[in-house]
């Protein structure tokens, strides 16, 4: 019995969703342009479960580069609705479209030089007639067996959140490095990282020339820890890498290993990364070819910086 309610309210659902689909048009381009063009922020407004559907929308807009906030509209007509400045679009969120908390603001939000959207199931209702624009969330039915609580509508009204919060990135050419901003402490923002984030740079990256003595190439390699370094040339072009793996194969299998100079025992053309380049990239890369760490190269293959897969792993890219 339960396991057919249940597949009931996913169909109805699912029903629901695709009906929406078929129905987006110019009023949804219409509202993307409004909020574009507004000199203000969203502020996204709703009673009982149109509230949480709203809250869900003012943090979808805002994570994906939409400046968008949540009042609540019985604390609104208490003080809260001093958050609404002029330019600001209201996305008012009721399914019956007669919630009297919502209809109570909008004089007020009139007064404040506020647009107001409504995000209802019910064209004819008075939050409908007295909204600067209507996006539709009609739908059949709620699925709910009782036909009482909000199901599907407050799925829907979620679903155009999300469609208006993608259609706002395209329009502004919202990037994966925008999203890494605005997610600086997730892992989704970690994964989202750029080598150039996570690299070691400066002073602690090891380098010699190709004439330097092996002597002194330990010495370096000692000082700055990091089980390599770098062979440049006098313009900073990379010319090879020099691993602890290098120096323990030179010690097997020369007699005089310290005799010999960089450019000698160095690895030619190592496998190299941009600055620009993720960093899950970047540890893709290694733990491809097996190798612990990474010159960080420009366009012209200068020496920018080295990345160790140790780095990657304390950042939870995965």
């Known amino acids: 019995m339960g396991t057919a309610a249940g597949r009931r309210v996913l169909e109805i659902e699912a029903h629901a969703l695709s009906s929406l689909s078929r129905r987006i048009g110019k009023e949804f381009d219409r509202a993307t342009r409004m909020i574009l063009d507004a000199p203000g922020r969203v502020v996204l407004t709703g009673m009982g479960k149109s509230g949480l559907a709203a809250r869900k929308i003012a943090a979808t807009l805002a994570s994906t580069g939409t400046p968008a906030l949540y009042i609540h509209p019985a604390e609104a007509r208490h003080g809260d609705v001093g958050m609404i400045v002029r330019g600001d ?88 490095e925008d999203f890494a901003r605005l997610h600086p402490g997730g892992k989704l923002g970690k994964k989202l990282a750029r080598v150039s984030q996570v690299m070691h740079t400066g002073d602690r990256v090891p380098r010699v020339g190709p004439d330097t003595a092996m002597r002194q190439v330990v010495l370096e390699m000692s ?32 007699e005089s290993p310290l005799e010999r100079t960089a450019g000698e025992v160095m690895t030619k053309g190592p496998t190299t990364i941009g600055p620009d380049a993720l960093a899950s990239m970047a540890l893709h890369v290694m733990e491809q070819r097996k190798i612990m760490m990474l010159p960080v190269v420009d366009g012209d293959g200068r020496l920018e910086g080295v990345v160790q897969i140790h780095d990657l792993w304390g950042t939870n890219l995965f």
């Open 223 to 254: 000082e700055k820890r990091l089980g390599c370094t770098m062979v440049i040339g006098d313009d900073r072009r990379l010319l090879g890498i020099i691993t602890d793996g290098d120096l323990r194969r030179l010690l097997e299998r020369n």
């Open 89 to 176: 679009v209201v996305i008012a969120l009721s399914h019956g479209g007669e919630t009297d908390e919502i209809l109570r603001l909008l004089e007020t939000i009139r007064r404040l030089g506020a647009s107001i959207i409504a995000m209802t199931g019910s064209p004819d209702s008075t939050l409908a007639r007295e909204s600067d624009l209507l996006l539709d969330t009609f739908v059949e039915e709620e699925g709910c067996p009782l036909g009482l609580a909000p199901m599907a509508s407050t799925i829907c009204a979620v679903a155009l959140g999300d469609a208006l919060a993608a259609g706002l990135m395209l329009a502004k050419g919202f990037r994966e």
